[in-house]
């Protein structure tokens, strides 16, 4: 598939904010997923977007998405230590049922 | 639910030897993908079915790859004869994407191989 791109690495202070960015090819994506991955384990659903919103909004996460540049980010509020993984941005491909997978920012939070 | 279960989480082998994943999705779910992660290629989709029927095959890497899904609680990726290259995490994942709704894929713990 095209490729969905995110810069690799991402460290934040404990209470700062994180922005993790992503960009993407398929304009005709229907959903927008954010996935995170703990160490030794698998990827957890985070949140998504619809491709006809801007924004969304889910407790301590904001998902903005600018179908124009097809740019798609994820920021974390209060980051925490807890919060200290791999999230992966991804597309909906062609098919409409597989997906198209960056190759994930790992962030880091320090004390 | 238990979520997508996988086994074994860990197989180490020698070279040439076969090896085989199982998957078992989650009741109810009708499509079922196999995920290759490596630390240089990151997450690879290699093959997803639906309804049991493989869909898209294209990722997988070469004829010593194979996937079946004999029903729709069960499938299985086999490697023959393994090599050190394969070593990765593998991961299942199974989704139910309906009308209206997401195609949200929910993943299992993965299989750690390493192919000495």
């Excluded at chain 1, 995110?6 to 005709?28: A, K």
């Excluded at chain 2, 030897?17 to 630390?39: A, N």
Aim: glycine share 8%; aromatic share 10%.
């Amino acid at each position: 598939g095209e490729d969905v791109e995110q810069s690799l690495f991402l460290s934040v202070r404990e209470g700062d904010s994180s922005v993790i960015n992503c960009t993407y090819t398929d304009s005709s994506s229907t959903y927008l997923y954010w996935y995170k991955q703990e160490p030794g384990a698998g990827l957890q659903l985070l949140t998504y977007i619809f491709s006809n919103m801007d924004m969304k909004q889910d407790q301590r996460l904001t998902v903005l998405l600018n179908k124009k540049d097809k740019h798609l980010s994820l920021r974390i509020a209060d980051t925490q230590t807890g919060d200290s993984a791999i999230y992966f941005c991804a597309e909906s491909m062609d098919s409409g049922y597989a997906l198209n997978f960056g190759k994930g920012t790992s962030l880091l939070v320090t004390p | 639910d238990a979520g997508v279960i996988q086994s074994p989480r860990h197989e180490v082998t020698e070279m040439g030897q076969e090896v085989t994943l199982r998957c078992k999705p989650i009741s109810g779910h009708d499509y079922l993908f196999w995920y290759r992660q490596t630390m240089m290629r990151g997450l690879e989709l290699l093959i997803y079915f639906n309804n049991n029927v493989p869909i898209d095959d294209s990722g997988m890497p070469e004829d010593r790859f194979s996937a079946k899904m004999p029903n729709a609680s069960f499938s299985t990726l086999k490697i023959q004869p393994s090599e050190p290259r394969d070593s990765a995490v593998y991961f299942c994942a199974s989704s139910s994407p309906l009308v209206g709704s997401t195609d949200t894929q929910y993943f299992g713990p993965g299989t750690r191989l390493t192919v000495l």
